[in-house]
């Protein structure tokens, strides 16, 4: 399991301060719901870009549940799980920032988005819907117009960790395999 947490720092400041060292899990398995508390589990390496385009190899905190025996993988805020374009990166391309460097670097890697994220955002808006915060989705099985500016919209106004912003993590991993 991936959980997003908050941090200040950019990717090569995340680098360059092994902030991975730095990660502090929650004290409940956000799995099993144990109150143990978690236990280091090591780290694991992912590539992520800064804003700049340039990519940037960081180690991810790992942490293990003794009840469930399951790891829980804590990702700073600019990744995307299974995704080496940090998420200010995707955001700008979907907003028409096209002159940007970063955007510029990653467009031939971002123009696929769009059409693998309205895919599969009906599934999501159906299946995570009824927890969002706002007013609630209708969103039909067909592909439509609004459906990824609905998800961006939850997404934007849940809380970090929420259902919602899980379900946009799953949603552009979804999209990794279409």
Not at 24 to 31: A, D, F, K, T
Not at 62 to 70: A, D, Q, S, Y
Not at 130 to 155: D, I, K, M, N, Y
Request: hydrophobic letters at 35%.
């Amino acid at each position: 399991m991936q959980r997003i947490y908050e941090t200040e720092l950019t990717p090569d400041q995340y680098y360059q301060t092994q902030a991975h060292r730095e990660v502090i899990c929650e004290s409940v398995c956000p799995r099993c719901g144990q109150a143990d508390g978690l236990h280091s589990h090591g780290t694991y390496a992912r590539w992520i870009t800064d804003l700049l385009g340039k990519l940037w190899r960081i180690l991810i905190a790992r942490f293990l549940c003794p009840g469930c025996r399951r790891t829980v993988s804590y990702l700073p805020h600019f990744a995307l799980s299974y995704r080496p374009i940090q998420s200010p990166t995707v955001e700008a391309f979907f907003e028409g920032e096209r002159d940007r460097r970063d955007v510029q670097t990653w467009l031939s890697v971002l123009r696929h988005y769009p059409q693998c994220v309205e895919a599969f955002a009906p599934e999501v808006i159906r299946t995570v819907g009824a927890g969002w915060h706002g007013p609630p989705c209708s969103v039909s099985a067909e592909r439509s117009p609004l459906s990824f500016a609905t998800l961006r919209w939850q997404c934007a106004t849940a809380p970090p960790n929420s259902n919602v912003v899980q379900a946009f993590a799953w949603l552009l991993n979804a999209t990794a395999r279409s």
